[in-house]
C-alpha cells in the first residue's frame, strides 16, 4: 500500500534502517539530517507500493557508495545524488518516473528519499538487498538478471562519471570502487535502471516500510520500558524475515579496522557477560560472519545485527569501540535472498569465506 | 597541405614519432604494427592540413593513456580507439567530421591513424603537445582554453567510461588515471573535442609532418652513410622547433625504473666515453630533465631523445637498460610552447621541479 512519509517518519525510520544495515550501509543519521532538512520546506513524499507501479515505469536506484569510515566524514555536497539520476538519465534518454533504495540498509535508505524531495519523484517501497551489503554486484536485481550498467558516479565538486560495463557486474563493481576511491572514499551513484516490471521481479518488497516498523518498534518498546528485543522479535515474525536468535550478549574487547580497497575491513571481538565466551565478527562494511569460540553461528545473506545493550540503538561496524556493551542478533531473510543465484552472488563464498550457508534459526533453534 | 599517407610512410612515421616521443608516448612500433594491418585492406589515410578544415567541424582526439610499460605488454584489442570516439559523439550528440593525435609523440601519433582506416574520417596534421607528456592537462589544447572533458575511456573488455569534470583538467587526469590503473594500466581515450576554429586556435601545426620528416631524414641518412645527428639538426632548423644540441655521448650505467601511480618514474645514468662527467636524466614516462655533474642542462617543454649511438633509433624510458651506447639530444619546442601559459601547463614546474625553464639554445650556446 502506497503511503505519504513526512518528518516525523524519518527517526524511526533511520534507526529501523541501522538495523536492518547490519553495521553497514552507512549511518543514516547524517542521511536524516539531510532528508529533514530539505523536507521542512519540500513537504511529505510519496512512497509507492511495488504493486501499484506500471510495468513501463523507469525506476532509477539511487545510493551512496564508499567505505562507511570515510562517509561518516566526508559529507555530501546534496546535490550529487540528483545528479547522478540526471546522468543516467540523459545517457539512456529516459525521464525517471520513481526511485528506489538500492539497499534499505543504513544511509542509503534516505538518499532516495532526498532525491524524492527534491525532484517530486515517489520512491518505490522495496530494495535490491532487504539488508545492506559491501559491493554493487550484491543485489537482488542483479541476481534475477537485470545489468547494473550504465551507472553514474556524481562527486561532491560535481565530477561525473558513467561506467558501462554491459552485463559484467563485477568489473563494473571494480572500476567504480576505483572511482569512488579517486573521489576520495565516496560517490553518489545511479545504477540498475530499470523497468516497473523488472523492479516487480527483482526487488525485495516493502523493505522501506519494514525499517520504518523496527525503528518504530523499538522506540515503543523503549517508551513502554518493555524489553526492545522482545518486541523486536515479534515484529519480525510477522515479516518475510521470521527468524530472530540472540547470538551473545557481551562486551567489546578488540576491534580491528582499516580502511582498504575502499572498504571498511576487519573483525571485532565480544567478551561474554556470562561466561568464559567469545564471539568474533568479521565485516567488510557490514558484519559478515558470527563465530562464538571458532563456531560460526550466522554469516550473510542472513543479518548480524549489533545493538547497544542498554537502549538497543544498532551500533555500525565504524561505530564500534572498546568497551561498548552491546546484544547481537542474527536475523533471518527473506526466502528470495536465499535461493541458489541469491547465494552465488552474496552467500558467505561470494565473500571468499569456505563456509555454506546455513540458515540462522537452523544454527540456533529456538 | 593536406596529403595521403600511405603502408610505406609509416616506418619513417614511427621512427620519428620516437623521437618527438621524448622517452615516453608509448612505443610507436606496436602501433605502427596495427595500422599496418588495417591499412592493408583499407588503403591509404587523408591527412589534412590545420588551414584546411572547416570553423564548425567536430574534431575528436584519440589516444592510449597509461604507463608505456604497461602498454609494450598489454595490447589492444584494436576497437578500444572507435569505441572512445563513439562513446564522446553518443555522449554530446554530435559526429566526428575528423580526429587528431594528442601527442604526436610515440604510439600516439599511430592511434588516430588506426581510427582513420577503420571508419575513414581524415587526420589533422596537429596534435596538442609537440611531443610526448605524462598528464592529460599538459597540452596546448588546455593551455589556451579548450576543456579536456567529457573525455572517454575504453579497456580492451569494452568497458567504456565517459568522464566529465566540467573545467578541471587536472581532476580529469586525476580520475582518468585512477580507471586506466583499474582497466589494467592502459586504456584508449577520447577527450578534448572541438571545433575547427579551436583546433586552429590551439594546437601545434603540421607536427605529423615533421614526425615522418625526422624519420625519413634518419633513414635516408643511415643510407647514405652521413652522420644521422647532423642531418637531423638541419632538418630541425628548418622546422619551428629551430634548435638541436648534442648533451651528452655516453654509456647508460644505471636505471631506476616504477611503475607508481600509473606511470612509468625513474632515473637513469649516464657515463661519458671522453670524461668522468655523468649525465642524469629523470623521467615520469618521458624524459623531463637532463644534469650534467649536476648542472641542467634541458628541462621540459624542450624535447630530450635519447638515441642509440651507433644506428640513432630512440630508445624510449621503458626500453633504457646498462650498457646501451647513446647520444643524447635536447631539441628546442616552438615558441607557442614557450609562453607564460604553456610553460604553466607544462614547465618544469609543473612536475615539482624547482628549476625554472630555459630554452636549450641558452643553456647550451653553439
Known amino acids: 500500500m502506497s503511503f505519504e512519509l513526512g518528518i516525523d517518519d524519518l527517526n524511526d525510520l533511520a534507526r529501523g534502517a541501522a538495523v536492518l544495515g547490519t553495521g553497514g550501509g552507512g549511518d543514516p543519521h547524517v542521511g536524516r539530517l539531510m532528508v529533514e532538512n530539505v523536507m521542512r520546506s519540500t513537504g511529505p513524499i510519496t512512497i509507492v507500493d511495488i504493486d501499484e507501479i506500471d510495468d513501463d515505469d523507469f525506476i532509477v536506484p539511487i545510493a551512496q557508495m564508499g567505505a562507511p569510515t570515510v562517509a561518516v566524514e566526508k559529507m555530501p555536497a546534496g546535490t550529487e545524488p540528483v545528479a547522478a539520476l540526471r546522468a543516467v538519465e540523459r545517457h539512456l534518454g529516459r525521464t525517471a518516473t520513481a526511485t528506489i533504495p538500492v539497499e534499505c540498509g543504513g544511509i542509503n535508505s534516505m538518499i532516495p528519499l532526498l532525491v524524492a524531495c527534491q525532484t517530486g519523484l515517489p520512491v518505490v517501497d522495496g530494495d535490491g538487498m532487504g539488508r545492506a551489503f559491501p559491493e554493487l554486484q550484491m543485489k537482488t536485481f542483479a541476481a534475477y538478471g537485470v545489468p547494473g550498467s550504465p551507472m553514474a558516479l556524481v562527486g561532491e565538486r560535481g565530477e561525473t562519471i558513467v561506467v558501462d560495463t554491459g552485463s559484467d557486474d563485477k568489473r ?66 510477522g515479516t518475510d524475515y521470521r527468524h530472530l536468535r540472540v547470538l551473545f550478549t557481551g562486551k ?72 561498548q556493551r552491546a546484544t547481537v542478533l542474527g536475523i533471518g531473510t527473506p526466502p528470495v535472498m536465499r535461493t541458489p543465484e541469491a547465494l552465488a552472488a552474496f552467500g558467505p563464498q561470494a565473500f571468499g569465506f569456505t563456509e555454506s550457508f546455513q540458515p540462522v534459526e537452523e544454527r540456533i533453534p529456538c
Not at 523496527?214 to 522506540?219: N, Q
Not at 517508551?223 to 519480525?236: D, G, K, M, Q, S
Not at 562494511?285 to 547497544?308: A, K, M, R, S, Y
Request: with cysteine.
Open 252 to 323: 567489546v574487547t578488540d576491534v580491528e579496522r582499516r580502511t582498504d580497497g575502499g572498504f571498511a575491513q576487519g573483525r571485532a571481538t565480544f567478551a561474554s557477560f556470562e561466561s568464559k565466551s567469545e564471539l568474533r565478527l568479521t565485516f567488510r562494511n557490514e558484519f559478515l560472519i558470527g563465530e562464538v569460540d571458532g563456531e560460526v553461528v550466522c554469516t550473510v545473506p542472513d543479518l548480524i545485527c549489533v545493538l547497544d545493550a542498554d537502549n538497543c540503538e544498532p551500533i555500525t561496524t565504524e561505530g564500534l569501540a572498546y568497551g
Open 172 to 237: 563494473m563493481e571494480w572500476l567504480a570502487r576505483g572511482i569512488t576511491m579517486r573521489l576520495g572514499g565516496a560517490a553518489l551513484i545511479a545504477e540498475f535502471t530499470m523497468t516497473g516490471a523488472q523492479v516487480r521481479r527483482t526487488a525485495i518488497r516493502r523493505t522501506l516500510t519494514l525499517a520504518l516498523r523496527i525503528g518504530r518498534t523499538l522506540r515503543e518498546a523503549r517508551e513502554a520500558h518493555e524489553p526492545p528485543v522482545t518486541a523486536l522479535a515479534r515484529t519480525i515474525a
